[in-house]
């Protein structure tokens, strides 16, 4: 299992998509990064499975 795996997610905002980071040696996490595309503040949570699939929600402020 990899320690980082690079996750696609779709922006809230614009529903563009980009790629983040995540530390699969986290469980759970959460964290704001800004979308690439439109430059909001996009909340990501994240879920790491003790099989390493990651998933990944992603939440807008005001969507
Ligand atoms: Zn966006």
Redesign the pocket.
């Known amino acids: 299992m990899e320690i980082e795996q690079t996750v696609m997610v779709q ?1 809230p ?2 529903a ?1 998509t980009f790629e983040v980071l995540v530390d699969c040696s986290i469980g759970h996490q959460e964290y704001i990064e800004d ?1 690439e ?2 430059c ?1 503040p996009v909340t990501l949570v994240i879920d790491v499975a003790e099989d390493g699939v990651v998933s990944v929600q992603t939440r807008g402020e005001d969507v």
Do not use: A, G, N, T
């Open positions: 922006c905002y614009c563009e979308c595309v439109c909001r």
